[in-house]
């Protein structure tokens, strides 16, 4: 019986022994893990190691735009934390806000295998209101290193823009060092994941991308060729153009009614004033103008730097053109007062020529604003 006790205490005080190490164990754990430097270097590697479960469960999301688990991969994805082979770290500030809230920022790069730095990051780590074992301190990551910040989307003038489905927010527009002609967009944070973009504009042709938004900004002026309806009615403009400057020419008269010259009125009065020599004809009445054969090609087009926000282009213009005249003369024929009958007949100066032309598009309308046109016939 003796004997009997004897093991039994020995049992109870081995199993003691054994619940106060394993006690002091995980309470030893727990306490290494409980700092923001265990925190911040854990999520590195889980990072490099590229394990995405673990990675977003260590986050804090409670300050940011909250992240969806196939944002969160978007965003790895396309910042390629995988591709590191290392990673150096060092404690920037510890700070907190007016909430008592409190933050140890870390400045941190990542190297490639021969050691050389590759990119450079700040993360954040904020302490957790709730607590492991309701005794050691709990830290998270918060999400905004996924986020691009203050990301610069420059677009033409007038355009209609939304990202995944949502339009733009008017009040990211900023002015300074934008050409009248441009909006350009501060779009404060951005998912660097698979982002839609579609721009829409009146008179150039639609943007329909997934937009990188890891470059930082993304300029598509140059990405917006005429649409063809354009082309059409900036056609429609020169004929018309021509038209009117002929009959001006052929009638000796500068006045322009309907406003057709308005931005080239001393270009046009010149060039009418020269044609009227040609086409004058004594003692005729002009009949009509016909322009046909016309093919016009358009530059790209130019983003101004005009107050009016104009977009220009270039248009050379080639075409056929026909100035009839009605000319009256005397025949041999006498008549009974002692006068010449008359007859009329249809004079014609015809050819081909080209124009060059710039078109501007500004106040939803194309405009003629300047043009070079040669005296015809020369």
Request: aromatic share 8%; hydrophobic share 35%; charged share 25%.
């Amino acid at each position: 019986m003796k004997v009997f006790k004897r093991v039994l205490i020995k049992l109870l005080l081995l199993l003691l022994v054994i619940g106060i190490s394993g006690g002091g164990a995980a309470c030893y754990q727990a306490s290494r893990q409980s700092t923001a430097d265990y925190a911040m270097d854990h999520y590195l590697a889980l990072l490099i190691d590229n394990s995405v479960d673990k990675a977003y469960s260590s986050l804090d999301q409670s300050e940011a735009q909250e992240l969806t688990k196939a944002e969160y991969e978007g965003a790895l994805e396309a910042k390629k934390y995988s591709l590191y082979a290392s990673y150096q770290m060092k404690e920037a500030e510890k700070r907190r806000d007016n909430n008592g809230n409190e933050y140890v920022d870390y400045d941190v790069t990542f190297q490639n295998a021969a050691g050389e730095e590759q990119a450079s990051e700040r993360f954040t780590v904020k302490k957790q209101s709730a607590q492991i074992m309701g005794l050691f301190d709990r830290w998270k990551v918060l999400s905004e290193h996924c986020m691009v910040k203050n990301f610069l989307l420059t677009v033409p003038d007038g355009s209609e823009v939304y990202l995944d489905a949502e339009q733009a927010d008017a009040s990211w527009l900023v002015t300074e060092d934008v050409p009248a002609s441009c909006d350009r967009y501060q779009i404060p944070t951005l998912i660097p994941g698979k982002i839609s973009l579609v721009i829409r504009h009146p008179a150039l042709e639609s943007v329909n991308t997934t937009l990188n938004a890891t470059t930082g900004s993304a300029d598509y002026t140059d990405k917006m060729p005429l649409k063809e309806d354009a082309k059409s009615a900036c056609t429609e403009l020169g004929v018309k153009l021509l038209k009117t400057v002929y009959v001006s020419a052929v009638k000796n008269q500068t006045n322009d009614p309907d406003k057709l010259l308005a931005e080239c009125q001393k270009q046009a009065n010149s060039l009418i004033k020269k044609q009227t020599e040609s086409f004058l004809v004594d003692g005729a009445d002009f009949k009509n103008v016909a322009i046909s054969n016309f093919a016009a090609q358009f530059g790209n087009p130019v983003f101004t730097e005009e107050k009016n926000g104009a977009i220009t282009t270039e248009m050379t213009f080639s075409y056929h053109y026909v100035v009839r005249e009605d000319v009256t003369t005397d025949t041999d024929e006498m008549l009974e007062d002692g006068t010449y009958a008359q007859q009329t007949t249809t004079q014609e100066q015809s050819g081909d020529a080209t124009a060059k032309l710039t078109m501007a598009y500004y106040e939803d309308a194309w405009h003629i604003d300047a043009m070079q046109m040669d005296v015809i016939p020369k």
